[in-house]
């Protein structure tokens, strides 16, 4: 056990564990830089399987049963219902709405206002039953701008970039740049979010290939990448 700021004592588990109950702090409070969870004191935060670091906003919901993994950010009136699975260090900007089966992979940036689906097509007098529900899956490193929708049953590759508003109906390959609606391939871009030119190279200094499988989009030409 190690002594928390707040005098407190918690354990030093990581966050693949389960049954971990998130701490509260007092409103104002500096949120944490160490390993407990921050919930702010109009937050609700039902699940216990929130990571150690997390941050969740005030008028945020996290449901019983989603997953929150280590260090993510969760700002004010973001909802992440019971199924929703969030890796570590995941961002998640104002008034989204992550619903079950949308999975956010490791470092993952969701921007403001971005909208999740789960279920194709909705009517109410002929519900579709969870176990229907189309899966979404946004890759390690991906970042989806601002108000963008992401139809459900899409995977949106790793390191790819959703524009601003963009309306993803299919699959965006891992490092494109996708926008419009619906969202086409403008361009490609690093895992630094630089958009590349033709030599795929960036001045970051990372430099990518495209893979022989077109639908796998670019992949590491050197290890930086
Ligand atoms: C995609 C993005 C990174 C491109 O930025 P950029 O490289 O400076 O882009 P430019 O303004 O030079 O535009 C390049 C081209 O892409 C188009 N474009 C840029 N953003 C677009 C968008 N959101 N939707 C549709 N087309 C877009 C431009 O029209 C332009 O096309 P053209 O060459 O035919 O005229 C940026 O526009 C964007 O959407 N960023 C996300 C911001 C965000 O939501 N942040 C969230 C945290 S606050
Ligand atoms: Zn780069």
Not at 73 to 97: P, S, Y
Not at 141 to 155: L, Y
Not at 166 to 179: E, F, M, S
Request: net charge positive; glycine share 12%.
């Amino acid at each position: 056990m190690r002594p928390r700021a707040d005098g407190t004592r918690a354990s030093g588990r990581r966050s693949s564990t389960r049954s971990r109950v998130p701490s509260r702090r007092s409103p104002g409070a500096t949120p944490p830089t160490g390993r407990s969870v921050f919930v702010h004191p109009q937050a609700l935060c039902e699940s216990e399987d929130v990571g150690p670091g997390t941050r969740v906003w005030a008028f945020a919901h996290v449901m019983v049963g989603a997953h929150v993994g280590a260090g993510c950010n969760l700002g004010d009136h973001v909802f992440v219902e019971t199924g929703a699975w969030i890796g570590d260090r995941v961002t998640v900007k104002n008034q989204v709405l992550v619903w079950d089966r949308v999975t956010l992979e490791d470092e993952v940036f969701v921007g403001p206002g971005v909208v999740f689906t789960n279920d194709l097509r909705p009517r109410v007098r002929f519900r579709t039953p969870p176990k229907d529900f189309l899966p979404t899956r946004v890759g390690r490193g991906a970042a989806i701008g601002a108000n963008a929708t992401i139809r459900c049953g899409v995977t949106v590759g790793a390191n790819a970039f959703v524009a601003a508003g963009g309306v993803v109906i299919r699959d965006v390959p891992p490092h494109a740049l996708v926008a419009g609606n619906p969202a086409r391939r403008i361009g490609w871009v690093c895992a630094c979010a630089e958009t590349l030119g033709s030599d795929f190279t960036c001045r970051c200094g990372r430099r990518y290939r495209l893979a022989a499988d077109g639908a796998a989009g670019l992949v590491p030409a050197n290890r930086g990448a």
